[in-house]
């Protein structure tokens, strides 16, 4: 998989938009950014994917580059409830143990009151 | 449906012991996963089950691991003899489709809490 690179934290004010980097420079053509996140002591939520087109659904919203080397997750309304560990994942069309999720340090996001 | 279930969420073993985790998939879904979370390898699909028959075990790091499925509801995941290396946080996971695990990967994987294994 491709290595991806995230600041370690970031804080977001309660109700303000949160926008979670990611690099990617050595993504290849045919694969997806993935975001997952982890609220403390629970499994793995899948959040959105892309490919190179922007994406949205009822949680967020994911603005990938021209060049598709970075991307940037948007939480545009975080509440309390959204703190949690956010980890950006590349993955390619592989089967069979390519359900690995390689999640790396991830972006420990805390949302304040 | 209260999701998928796991139990125990902690256990503290002795090395040598044996360790069985256990889960309850959401009711329906045809596919179950078993992961192993470590900081330094992130999350590791072990092994998973289409309609109670294991697809793909290529995950699993040695023969001490192993995997059953007996019913629709039920499965478990068993390490013999256990390893203080073996300590990790282990995630169940289903799926309505093998989706979660192809392309696009648009159907995600519904996980439990975890067991938190820690092998001394």
């Known amino acids: 998989d491709a290595k991806t690179t995230q600041p370690p934290s970031m804080d977001c004010a309660e109700g303000r938009a949160a926008n979670l980097p990611c690099n990617h420079s050595t993504i290849s053509g045919n694969e997806y950014v993935y975001w997952y996140r982890q609220i403390h002591s629970q499994g793995p939520q899948y959040i959105i994917h892309g490919l190179k087109n922007n994406e949205t659904n009822e949680m967020a919203s994911l603005i990938i580059t021209e060049d598709r080397k970075s991307s940037t997750l948007i939480l545009p309304h975080a509440t309390l409830r959204d703190t949690a560990v956010y980890y950006c994942?590349?993955?390619?069309?592989?089967?069979?143990?390519?359900?690995?999720?390689?999640f790396g340090k991830g972006t420990k996001l805390s949302v304040k009151p | 449906d209260a999701g998928v279930i796991q139990s125990p969420r902690h256990e503290v073993t002795e090395m040598g012991q044996e360790v069985t985790l256990r889960c309850k998939p959401i009711s329906g879904h045809d596919y179950l996963f078993w992961y192993r979370q470590t900081m330094m390898r992130g999350l590791e699909l072990l092994i998973y089950f289409n309609n109670n028959v294991p697809i793909d075990d290529s995950g699993m790091p040695e023969d001490r691991f192993s995997a059953k499925m007996p019913n629709a509801s039920f499965s478990t995941l068993k390490i013999q003899p256990s390893e203080p290396r073996d300590s990790a946080v282990y995630f169940c996971?289903?799926?309505?489709?093998?989706?979660?695990?192809?392309?696009?990967?648009?159907?995600?994987?519904?996980f439990g809490q975890g067991t938190r294994l820690t092998v001394v």
């Open positions: 996971a289903s799926s309505p489709s093998d989706r979660a695990l192809l392309p696009p990967f648009n159907t995600e994987a519904f």
């Open positions: 994942i590349v993955r390619g069309h592989y089967g069979g143990s390519q359900g690995n999720l390689i």
